[in-house]
């Protein structure tokens, strides 16, 4: 009875650890190199697209 009390209390002081550095990631901007370039690709779709309609245009 008592092993499985040190057990249950590890895994909740582990698990209650890894949230924390799991938050701390998420809160810095992310994993580097995950979701970014997409970001940074639609960005540069939307702005040729502006630029296309602005040619259209002139």
């Known amino acids: 009875m008592m092993r ?6 590890l895994a ?3 698990v209650t650890f890894l949230t ?6 998420i809160k810095s901007g992310g994993l580097p190199h995950s979701d970014r370039d997409e970001i ?8 040729k697209i502006i630029d296309a309609k602005y040619e259209e245009i002139k």
């Open 4 to 9: 499985l009390l040190v057990i249950l209390a």
């Open 20 to 25: 924390g550095i799991v938050r701390k990631i």
């Open 40 to 47: 940074n690709r639609t960005k540069e779709d939307k702005s």
């Open 12 to 14: 909740f002081f582990a």
